[in-house]
């Protein structure tokens, strides 16, 4: 299998530290330290899951179990919450296997440590794929444990006595005793062999897989007292605003601070430094004004005179870079994926179709601002962040501080949102630079919603080409694709000018649809800004560009476009991903996660039909459809719109097929991908960020607009499809998104015959009457 | 868990803030958004996304773009008390039975902006509730559900008057 040494490098890494230790170096170093012969090394024993994530997973009951002697059980939660409500589902995994009455049941969130607790990247829909069983684990070895308690109390066989709802009963004798009252003597005994565990059949089920169970943190939230990163407080606590360069790479030339210093509260002004690019997860450097309050500190920047030397990227411009990554997506690049004779397929064709797509930058805004907090003493630091990356936060403050990691804390606060971009530790290490300037005192770094738009980690730009030769049955026999979008990996590494393994396998290398010549084509592109993950990443501009092309096809064929997709679909099979180029595969085995193209039919008829596909519309009204697999889970979408005279959009229905393996908690299930279709919505309605003379054009929510209620759909239902057999599970933070855009623009399609191709929609429907008549 | 504590207010005193029915002395200027002084749950600084959101008298406002020295001798509640208000209990109970939170940040504010509109429409009509909420903004897209537990606490309002 060919393959090129540097996606695969990056293909087999999480998001984050892959070039651990060598955060705070120059580029250069960087470059020599990068590690290519270390990950390649790694291809025989390649490891797959959560076995192949950073410090793996653990199992230890003793790590994530206690029970105190009033029976209360305390199950400790070592991914972030940022809404998709995994101190809940992980609490019940582990609740069940113990037995565990619910109404008992209370969740602590894990500091950032990975030696202790496994994996902590919260990310890649992966958490309930990676903890499902380990936590089972926990919790049946707990439960094993407090029978072996009961069993040496009564001097009976262990086989005589079973856990039921928070007791153990020896039904022989009826006799029982409290969890509170085994605690003790449970947890002084070893944690039986892993093999020898007997875990839950899936008819025994009590919480698992079944409605009804309570949000953990629901009560808090709807009082107030949920503690988001913000909420953090201490007394005499000191609070930070930062002056960011506005270009990235940006520095400060010259500083005035005079009028700042003025500002009453203000106590100090000092310079951060950025890094050399690419400036990898550190801060991007600037000018903070530390105060006695946040008012004065907002204040204070206000009253900075700074001048700025805007580095290298100050051309940055929207426009111009939009024309240059649509000339590279219309000539030939690095060739990812090459079956049959695209070129014979092409020219032999009865007709051909070709279509371009733009998709612009996007970021995360999650509700919750970048908010941390530091505290720094002789050597050691504590912070406390919302975080989705509480190991290379801790590390990145380490080595930033120069302290050795043992020397800091990290704890992890409730993410007001997180969408990828808490995932980047960035603005943990401001707190913990400027808490070192105040030995002894807890500073809070607070960003403002404009902090948050003009220094995200974008969600990256692209232009989309794609190309069918079309048989005399409508159905493509060529099929050449082009993806251009700056990367990721520049992120870490100068020169990265293609997407790695890891962004074209989302949804890109992996197109399964049944076509003979297949070519899919990368060409370069630069990266002028901070680009990062987005929640869905890549399958975003893939899953659009794809999905609004098959209906094109569709339509060039006078076909509808539901059976169209499934006579592309081709005869129900499952593929090895490598047999499509696709080594990455989100980290999952390929024997055990093919993609299953009768799981995707399902999906598209689950949806169609929940839909009503086909019935009669009045004038302004259409259906549209797309079907997308992203993070090993199937989903597809229909949607159906009214394009007002005016040209805007109401958005009657959504129906929403999934099918992401067994469901551990279907309510939140369908809630992430309900809130996913709100927000693929305003991805493609309203998203857009872009760039003028290297800068963010947009500020605020007023300029970077996203779904209010008014855009979101009338009605939405989730249809959570039975996978067919024993299958694995698959992701659900993420998966949502993709099809939605698509989706609405084939509705657009249908209502209107203008078909969009260029995101987002925005005002491009006005006098769309006009143009249809 | 964590050493912290969730901060009711900042500073020593200066100008008297009436917050959830006790009065507190703070040593800060009158231009303050009222924000900073309560809980620092800061969404956008500039009323465009409600998060924010508290009573003042009754009636709801952003904290973010309301100066402090301009609420002074007014009642303020923030979603810390508004199980205090029997209508503001009703609606706190349908999100939960609606499960409607998801990472929750915004959800105070909504709940607020929510418990304004059923005090003066108890009854409000589909539009009248997106007229009401559409400044309130929920990165996490689980307005169907807010929409839902609007309904559902003004049928029970609506029962209780009954």
Avoid at chain 1, 98 to 121: T, Y
Wanted: hydrophobic share 40%; net charge neutral.
């Amino acid at each position: 299998m060919s393959r090129v040494p540097n996606d695969f490098a990056l293909s087999n890494l999480s998001r984050r530290g892959f070039l651990k230790g060598v955060g705070a170096t120059s580029a250069l170093v960087l470059a020599a330290s990068w590690g290519w012969q270390d990950a390649l090394a790694d291809d025989t024993a390649k490891k797959f899951g959560a076995d192949g994530m950073p410090n793996g997973w653990i199992d230890d009951p003793k790590v994530y179990v206690s029970i105190a002697a009033d029976g209360s059980v305390t199950v400790v939660c070592n991914r972030s919450e940022m809404g998709q409500g995994v101190r809940t589902s992980l609490s019940m995994v582990v609740a069940d296997e113990l037995e565990a009455d619910w109404a008992q049941v209370k969740v602590q969130q894990a500091p950032g440590d990975e030696v202790r607790f496994g994996n902590q990247d919260t990310d890649g829909s992966r958490s309930m794929r990676h903890w499902y069983e380990p936590m089972r684990r926990c919790g049946a070895a707990a439960r094993t444990m407090l029978e072996q308690a009961a069993a040496a109390q009564w001097k009976v066989p262990v086989g005589e006595c079973h856990a039921q709802l928070h007791k153990v009963i020896h039904k022989p004798s009826g006799r029982e005793l409290g969890y509170g009252e085994l605690a003790a003597a449970a947890s002084a005994l070893a944690v039986p062999a892993r093999d020898s565990l007997r875990l839950k059949q899936p008819a025994e089920f009590r919480y698992i897989g079944k409605e009804g169970t309570k949000a953990i943190d629901g009560a808090d939230i709807v009082n107030g007292r949920a503690v988001y990163g913000a909420d953090v407080h201490f007394d005499g606590m000191l609070y930070a605003t930062i002056a960011r360069p506005a270009v990235y790479g940006g520095k400060v030339k010259s500083l005035d601070d005079s009028a700042a210093l003025k500002v009453p509260g203000v106590l100090k002004v000092m310079q951060i430094e950025g890094r050399p690019l690419p400036s990898e997860f550190q801060p991007l450097g600037g000018v903070a004004v530390v105060a006695s309050n946040t008012w004065a500190a907002i204040k204070g920047r206000e009253a900075l005179k700074i001048e700025w030397d805007d580095g290298p990227n100050a051309s940055y411009d929207s426009i111009a870079y939009r024309k240059e990554l649509e000339a590279a997506s219309l000539k030939a690049g690095k060739v990812v994926r090459n079956t049959g004779d695209i070129d014979k397929a092409l020219s032999g064709a009865a007709s051909t179709l070709e279509a371009s797509y733009y998709l612009p930058h996007l970021a995360q805004a999650p509700m919750e601002p970048m908010v941390a907090i530091a505290r720094y003493k002789d050597g050691v630091c504590e912070a406390w962040a919302p975080s989705q990356a509480p190991q290379v936060t801790r590390e990145r403050i380490a080595e930033r501080l120069g302290v050795p990691f043992e020397k800091v804390t990290f704890n992890v606060t409730l993410l007001g949102g997180g969408f990828g971009r808490k995932s980047k530790p960035d603005f943990v290490v401001e707190a913990a630079i400027l808490a070192k300037e105040f030995p002894g005192k807890a500073v809070r770094v607070q960003w403002t919603r404009e902090d948050d738009i003009h220094n995200s980690y974008f969600h990256t730009v692209s232009a989309e080409y794609l190309k069918a030769g079309i048989d005399k049955n409508g159905l493509p026999s060529g099929w050449l694709h082009r993806t251009v979008a700056p990367s990721i990996t520049a992120l870490f590494a100068p020169d990265m000018n293609h997407e790695a393994a890891f962004e074209l396998g989302m949804g890109f290398t992996n197109m399964a649809y049944a076509i003979p010549n297949v070519r899919l084509e990368n060409p370069e592109a630069k990266v002028h800004t901070r680009v990062g993950w987005y929640r869905s990443v890549s399958n975003i501009p893939h899953g659009f560009a794809i999905q609004s092309f098959v209906d094109e096809l569709a339509h060039k064929a006078g076909e509808d476009p539901l059976k169209y997709q499934i006579k592309l679909l081709g005869p129900d099979r499952q593929i090895d991903p490598r047999t499509l180029s696709e080594e990455w595969n989100y980290g999952e085995s390929p024997e055990r996660y093919p993609i299953d193209t009768g799981r995707m039919r399902t999906v598209l008829e689950t949806a169609a039909k929940a839909a009503g596909w086909g019935r009669k519309l009045p004038k302004g009204r259409g259906l549209g459809l797309a079907v997308h697999y992203s993070f090993v889970t199937y989903v597809a979408a229909v949607i159906e719109v009214e394009v007002k005279d005016d040209g805007s959009l109401i958005v009657h229905k959504a129906d929403i097929a999934v099918d992401c393996g067994p469901q551990i908690n279907p309510e939140r299930i369908r809630s992430q991908f309900e809130g996913a279709c709100v927000m693929g919505l305003g991805n493609a309605v309203l998203g857009e960020i872009s760039f003028k003379d290297g800068k963010v054009q947009q500020d605020n929510f007023h300029m970077y607009e996203v779904a209010r209620m008014s855009l979101a759909p009338k009605e939405v239902a989730v249809h959570l499809v039975t996978p067919p057999g024993d299958v694995p599970l698959g992701g659900v933070g993420e998966p949502g998104v993709p099809p939605i855009a698509p989706a609405l623009c084939n509705a657009i399609f249908a209502a209107t015959g203008k078909r969009i191709r260029n995101l987002p929609v925005r005002y491009q429907l006005q006098g769309w009457q006009k143009a249809q008549a | 868990m964590l050493p912290i504590t969730t901060k009711k207010y900042a500073g020593v005193p200066m100008i008297t803030l009436k917050l959830n029915g006790q009065d507190h002395s703070l040593d800060v200027t009158e231009d303050m958004p009222l924000l900073w002084a309560i809980r620092d749950v800061a969404g956008c600084g500039m009323g465009l996304c409600g998060a924010c959101t508290i009573h003042i008298d009754g009636l709801p406002a952003r904290s973010c773009i309301t100066p402090i020295g301009s609420v002074i001798g007014q009642n303020v509640t923030t979603i810390d008390n508004l199980h205090a208000d029997p209508v503001g209990k009703v609606v706190q109970q349908a999100w939960l039975d609606s499960a409607v939170a998801q990472c929750g940040y915004c959800q105070g504010g909504q709940i607020m902006s929510a418990t304004a509109l059923l005090k003066t429409n108890p009854n409000p009509s589909d539009e009248q509730i997106e007229e009401a909420m559409v400044g309130n903004i929920c990165r996490c897209g689980t307005y169907n559900r807010i929409k839902t537990a609007i309904r559902q606490a003004s049928t029970h309002l609506k029962e209780v008057k009954a």
